[in-house]
């Protein structure tokens, strides 16, 4: 099986939630409530693929980005925008792929499971 799956939201329905749904397709998910505490866990769990939402307090799912990128080791990790904001096609430079809230599970599944067989 492929690396862990970090889930950043700072809702905790949406980070059970969407961990749920990859959960049950067998993945291992990591959450973290905001861009503060999301890179603490990349640099311990060095996940495989970070699903982010862009509006969160402490630090935004667009900070959090920019911080990851700028970091040669992490700069590869695919990146899967969950939000519900508008701009957020703008929010990310290169996002894997992007899904607005309420997601479609099906679709949510296999956009990780592409990204996973790019950088798993």
Do not use: C, W
């Amino acid at each position: 099986m492929a690396g862990k799956i970090l889930v950043i939201d700072d809702e905790e329905d949406v980070r059970t939630f969407l961990s749920s749904v990859l959960e049950r397709e067998g993945y291992e998910t990591v959450v973290a409530a905001d861009g503060v505490e999301a890179f603490d866990i990349v640099e311990r769990e060095k996940p495989s693929v970070v699903i982010l939402d862009l509006q969160m307090p402490n630090q935004t799912g667009t900070q959090f980005y920019r911080r990851l990128v700028h970091h040669h080791e992490f700069a590869e990790i695919p990146v899967i925008v969950v939000s519900g904001i508008a701009g957020r096609h703008l929010a990310v430079r290169e996002p894997f792929a992007i899904f607005d809230k309420p997601i479609d599970q099906d679709e949510f599944v296999a956009a990780v499971e592409r990204a996973l067989g790019d950088n798993g």
